[in-house]
């Protein structure tokens, strides 16, 4: 009988040899193509099983999650849902996850094998682990500041910290609110409609997702071009600048907004604090194609590697022109398209004497039990241009707000710097212009700047001549520093 035993064990000992390597096999190795199976129920109900990690703005968490006893249990809220939109995006049973929802949805959802102490166990077991939260660089004050400083009006503002990076202010109007879309039922389906058919399309995120013409904020990156160039190297000295300028190799001419602003031959700094098209479009055919590219990219621009961590649109200034698309491209038409965020990096890049931090939205991940799992750190994006150039930016910038088209920034007893734009576009530039002003902020002359702010105004409904960037978005830009100046 002995050798049967013998065999029957070795036979029980396959078969069990088997059955964990299959087991093996279907939970660790099989487990993403089942997990991704849209007929396999397990996954969303494991999904919405427990409560979604949160996201936090300043200590306080702007989301949340509520139990409906269904069989896809637990749905997302949101706390300020239209205000904090842009930073948060929506977490849908129905339309999945968007912006930092969906960026960080590992940690929220619980997950991101980073949660767990013991990885591989947990791959194997598949138990559910806590979720984790994220907190965001989010100033509160500086956010409802820009979003009750837009008011009613469609636009977008993008705020941030100079020397660090952190974004500080994300705001996009109009807004929707991600608690209506977080369920599945007809509720959820209806409001989704609305949405995405809603004529001001307000799930955009203005502030990272759409490019906008800069219109003249762009003579920052062209007057930082002819200053890091050397086509000029004082500011205070006569440009060969005719008004009007007739562009490169056509008939066409280039004019300015005022026939009395004296732009010709304006030195650079005149130019820049009175907005001289004429003066800039010349200078950026001087500077020639290949400077003017390689300065607009050092700022972020054709940059698609950018994330925040969502990635926003890439902001675009054409690589291939001849000079008078050139020549229009410096002043911020023809093709080139900058989102606000990208805007609000080229004025942080001036205020931090010339370093651009690299952007970012979260300050730190943790574990469910608050434990931190990544803090991100400051890193710098690039050298932009040298302490030198952005020091007489600065000063061009400060002009602009104290004696030029950006006074409505002005802050009593704080320094700040501007540059208005109003940007044309349509078909024959006969769409009503986008008012545009980036500018930054800081305590006293000497001290570091503490906000840099892009704001773009869409209103549709203003009468054409009424638009401008110092009467639109100044304002807005204001508010914002206001808050984060703490004045």
Known sequence: MTPYARRAAALCLLLLVALLVNAIRVQVVRAPAYDAN???????????????????????????????????????????????????????????????????????????????????????????QRPGDVRTTIDPAAQQAAYKALGG????????????????????TPSYDPATIAGTGPEALGAWHRLVTAEDQPMLNRALRQTYPPGSTFKTVTAVAALASGVVTDVGKPTDSPDPYRLPGTTTTLGNESASAGCEDAPLFYAYVVSCNTVFGKLGDDVGLRAMRETAEAFGFNDPSIGVPSHPA???????????????????????????????????????????MYPHLVDRITDGAGLPLEITGERAYRQVMDATVAFAMQD?????????????????????????????????NRGNPFA??????????????????????????ADRADISGGGKAAPVARAVMRAVLGR
Not at 51 to 74: E, F, M, Y
Not at 78 to 89: E, K
Not at 90 to 109: K, P
Not at 396 to 423: F, I, Q, S, W, Y
């Open 153 to 172: 009006k469609k636009g977008a503002v993008a705020a941030l910290d100079p020397a660090t990076g952190r974004i500080l202010a994300l705001v996009s």
């Open 38 to 128: 849209p007929a396999n129920r397990r996954v969303p109900i494991d999904r919405y099983a427990q409560p979604r990690g949160d996201i936090l703005v300043g200590s306080r968490p702007v989301t949340g999650s509520r139990s409906t006893g269904a069989q896809l249990d637990w749905v997302r809220t949101y706390a300020d849902g239209p205000l904090y939109a842009p930073v948060t995006g929506f977490s849908s049973q129905t339309y999945g996850t968007a912006l930092l929802e969906a960026a960080a949805d590992d940690i929220l959802s619980g997950s991101s094998p980073g949660l767990s102490v013991l990885p591989l166990w947990n791959a194997i077991s598949r138990a559910p």
């Open 436 to 461: 545009w002003f980036i500018s930054w902020a800081k305590q006293s002359r000497g001290a570091p700047a503490k906000v840099a702010v892009a704001v773009v105004v869409e209103d549709a409904a």
């Open 314 to 356: 890439v902001s675009v200034f054409d690589r291939r022109m001849d000079r008078a698309q050139l020549a229009l491209s410096s002043i911020g038409q023809y093709d080139t398209r900058a989102t606000p965020l990208q805007m609000a990096m080229v004025a942080a890049a001036v205020a931090n004497d010339g370093t651009l």
């Open 396 to 428: 061009m910038m400060v002009a602009v707000v104290r004696h030029g088209t950006g006074r409505n920034a002005a802050l009593p007893g704080a320094v700040v710097g501007g540059k208005t734009g109003t940007a044309q576009h349509g078909e024959d």
